[in-house]
Structure formats: C-alpha cells, structure tokens
C-alpha cells in the first residue's frame, strides 16, 4: 500500500483526469449538421399534418385524455397505429404498449354523511360540496372508508403559531382554510411548500382529520362522480398523515367564521363508504427506430411526450382538450418518428419514441419506465422531452421561432438544441426564470434522476388557457409548431449522429445531483 500522502495525489491526478473528460466532452464538437437528405425529410412535417393529428386527439370525444378514461386509451391506439404506419418496432411488453398496474378508485355516494354541529346548530353539508383529497403525504389510497362520529373540533388559522390547546388534538378533528393558490409558478412552488409544512406540523398532533374550507361553491368539484389511479402495491398501506378533506360553499364556511380560534364546542362527523375498486391498467406506448452504425446502434435517444391531458370536469365546460399541454408534444413524436423512419440510412444510434401516460397526475408512466426501462438506462445517452409547442402567445410576449429547454445548462443537451436552432432558424435559450424549476416538473425528471441526461423542450410555460377548458386546438399556431419540431428532430440527428456522449456540466450546481446519478448508473461512483 502506497503512504497516504501518495494516495492522496493519485486519487487527485484520478478526480483530475475524470473532470477534463467530463469537460472535454462537455465541450465536443457538436459539429454534425444533417445531409440533405436529412433536411428534406424534416422539411416535409407540415403544418396540415400537425393540424390533423391534434385536432382528433384533442377532440371531445376524448375526453381530454383524462387517466383512467376510455378517451386515454383511444389516444394510446391512435399513437400505435402512427408508430406502426412509420415502420417503428413494437417496444412495450404487449407490443406497442407498456403496461402500468393500477386500480381506478371510484368513490360511492352511498352511506356518505358530512356534518358540522356548531351551538346547537347541524350545517349538514351535500355530496356535491364535499371533497375528499389524498392525503398530505400524497398517498392515493387515502380514498378509502371513514367513520368519524361527533369528533371535537381545533380550529387553526394557516400559517402562525399554533393556539393552546394543540396537545389534545389527537382523535379530534382540525379545521382551517388556505389562502387562493396563486397563479405565478414560483409564488405558487412557495405556497404548496408552505402548505404541506403547515399540514406536516398539525400531523405531529395526529388528528384524526383535517377539513379545509373553501368559500367559493363555483369551485366545488363533483366529487362522487370522480375516479383516481392508484398503485395497486400502496392498497392497505398506511398513509402518511390524516385524510383531508374540502367543504365548499356559504354554509360551511360561516360556521367556520363563528368558531374562535382553538378548541372549540363544535362537533364533527363525517361517513364514507369504501370505494369502488376496478383494474384500470395504464399504458405507455413505445416504439423502437433502430441505429444504423454497428458501434452505436445498440445506445438510445428517447424522444418523449406524455399524451393525457386534464380530462373530462363537471359543468357546462365539461372536456377540457388539452390540446397545448400536451397534445402538441404527442403529435411532435408522431411527426418526427415518421419522418427519421422514412429515411433511406437511418441514424446511427437508435431512437426511442414513447408516449407517456400520466404525468399529469405526477409523471406515473414515465417513472414507471424509469423502473421498467424497455432498453437500458446505462446504454440511453440522452433524453429530449416535448411539452407545449403549440402556442405561441405566452404571457411573456410572443414566441415564435423560439424554444426554451429546462435545465438549459445542465448538461450538452441545451447545446446541442440551440446547435439545432442555428441551423433551422429557432432561437434556443434558458429561460431565466423557469428553465431551472420546470426541469423537475414533466417527464423529463423521472428519467434525469437516474443519471440519463434528459431535458425537456418547450415553447410557452404560461399562456391564457393552460390547464382550462379553452386549450383547443384552433389555438394553435401550426407554422410555428412545424418549425420547432424540425428544430428538435435536428438537435436529435445530432445526437444520433455523433460520436460523442452529452454529459452533465460538473461546474454547474443544480446538475450535480444528476451527475452522481450518471456516475452510479455507469459504476464510476467509485472510480
């Protein structure tokens, strides 16, 4: 064994040397530029071919993609029969389809009861202004029965110091009221942040409940008329806190105003039914265009999107499209596997096309694929993920023949998409704002964590109809869309094409997470 001051060099000659590859690679050369043949063939995804897929995959009859919905797997069909059109292989453990266990919650009107006794005074509250939530700690199988009878009530405001009386809250019920949500993305991270801390210190007391009341009934969702898709492996597991629970309307709320803060003399009981519970399988839809160079052909480029949107709501608005989000992105990977498939020499590494359900309800297909990659992680070099290309008209201003990638800098990705900008007329940038939360925030995430360098691609963060009913598909600017995707199918021919690797940037903080991901995921954690 060599003395501990000789060790301490080779093992700083080692961390050296490990860096300056990292870096060498960090600034390769990028240099491929796609062949004519190449540039015609992306040329040719034309704005009527755009228009046509999202029109039908964000029409009402299905149901605005909804999970769980047999709109959903209408989309998973249509998304099939376009890789099978474009010659892609079959990728998923049933072909095309990857299978994701869930069971649909479907909750039952029946036995339900909710009441509120305050001063001798019953505010019986209807089925239609009730909601059970999951619970703080986002365990689904909060949906579940509940019998609670004539329970003492602790009124707490949000935010602040706890009132007296918090050390007999355990069995007793808690009664509190958020502020709105509000609309800016980072002032909205702020208060669900707030919240759940709020939520996780009344935990600590263990109620056996907690109730939030919301003043404005418009905001009241039909909830024995909803359904939920939960991991059939969290059934009978113990949830992380106690189940919360929405009252909404004049009534409920003005018994709320009239109780002092603390323990209060007002009693409360409410009565659920188990839930309706049926197998509701989910399905990520993958196909495979297979890499031309014997070296390379066996690593992988995923081309992503996820394909449900906000579903089907009560009210006269009742399908909201979700054309925008995410609509836009599923018709992005339809174009672009049609048009690299149809080349006579195809890249030279392999491309993965996949079309993700779920990550509207928290990126469920995409982290299942993470856990059930249909080609391995440590052979996938890259990730492009699409979202929103569609608008154009952001609440920043216009942006056409603009894109901006999250997580721009964290590794070769953002360069070699705004490479690819260059060369198709698209300005490609960080946003200074959003480009390093929203890395965390679609489906590009799921597979980042893992090490892969994944990033997502996108047009407008915020624009006048996202998440609502008017995300249709006459909104969409399909000019502009058409350009974008030929700006991302050339950042992909680049990365399929080149020798070199991208790798997470060790000068930059934020990616270091994922650098010790990538080092792990190619057991060089060590090295």
Request: net charge negative; aromatic share 8%.
């Amino acid at each position: 064994m060599p003395p501990y001051g000789a060790t301490r060099i080779r093992l700083a000659v080692v961390v050296s040397a490990f860096a300056v590859s990292i870096g060498a690679s960090a600034a390769g050369k990028w240099d491929y530029k796609p062949s004519p043949a190449e540039r015609e063939t992306l040329a040719a995804i034309t704005p009527a071919s755009l228009q046509a897929h999202l029109s039908f995959l964000s029409a009402d009859p299905l149901e605005g993609r909804g999970g769980g919905s047999s709109g959903l797997d209408v989309a998973a069909e249509y998304i099939a029969a376009q890789f099978r059109r474009a010659g892609l292989k079959p990728a998923g453990d049933d072909g095309f389809f990857q299978t994701t266990p869930r069971t649909r919650l479907t909750p039952t009107v029946e036995g339900y009861r909710c009441r509120l006794t305050t001063e001798g005074q019953d505010v019986d509250v209807p089925s239609r202004q009730f909601a059970l939530l999951t619970s703080p700690g986002g365990n689904a199988s909060a949906v579940r029965d509940i019998r609670i009878d004539d329970a003492p009530v602790i009124k707490v405001p949000f935010g602040g110091q706890f009132p007296e009386g918090m050390a007999d809250a355990g069995g007793a019920v808690i009664i509190t009221e958020f502020p709105a949500v509000p609309s800016d993305p980072a002032a909205r991270s702020e208060f669900l942040s707030d919240r759940r801390d709020f939520i996780n210190r009344i935990n600590a007391f263990k109620p056996a409940l907690v109730v939030e009341i919301r003043r404005d009934p418009g905001r009241a969702i039909d909830y024995f008329s909803s359904r939920q898709l939960v991991d059939p492996r969290q059934k009978g597991r113990d949830t992380t806190g106690p189940p919360v629970v929405s009252l909404f309307g004049g009534s409920a709320a003005a018994a709320f105003d009239a109780l002092s803060t603390g323990p209060t003399p007002a009693r409360f009981t409410v009565r659920l039914s188990p839930p309706v519970e049926t197998d509701a399988p989910q399905r990520n839809v993958i196909g495979l265009l297979p890499g031309s160079d014997p070296k390379l052909a066996d690593t992988y480029v995923l081309v992503t999107a996820h394909y449900d949107g906000q579903g089907a709501r009560p009210g006269p608005d009742r399908v909201w499209n979700s054309a925008n989000d995410n609509g836009s992105g599923t018709v992005s990977v339809i174009e672009i596997a049609a048009a690299l498939a149809s080349l006579k020499e195809r890249p030279r590494r392999s491309l993965v096309f996949i079309a993700f359900h779920g990550e509207e309800s928290g990126l469920v297909g995409a982290r299942f694929y993470a856990e059930h990659p249909a080609f391995p992680l440590e052979k996938t070099v890259a990730g492009v993920n699409i979202e929103m290309v569609g608008r154009t008209d952001d609440t920043e201003g216009d942006q056409r023949k603009r894109a901006s990638v999250t997580g721009f800098d964290y590794s070769d990705v953002g360069e070699v998409l705004r490479r690819a900008g260059e060369q198709t007329g698209v300005t490609v940038f960080k946003h200074q704002k959003n480009s390093d939360p929203y890395f965390g925030a679609s489906d590009n995430a799921a597979i980042a964590s893992l090490g892969v360098p994944a990033h997502t691609v996108c047009v407008t963060f915020q624009y006048p109809d996202y998440h609502g009913p008017d995300d249709t598909w006459q909104k969409v600017d399909y000019e502009n869309m058409a350009l974008t995707i030929r700006m991302i199918g050339t950042g992909l021919l680049i990365l399929a094409g080149s020798e070199d690797e991208p790798r997470w940037d060790p000068a930059v903080t934020r990616a270091n997470r994922y650098l010790e991901a990538w080092k792990k995921l190619h057991g060089t954690e060590k090295r």
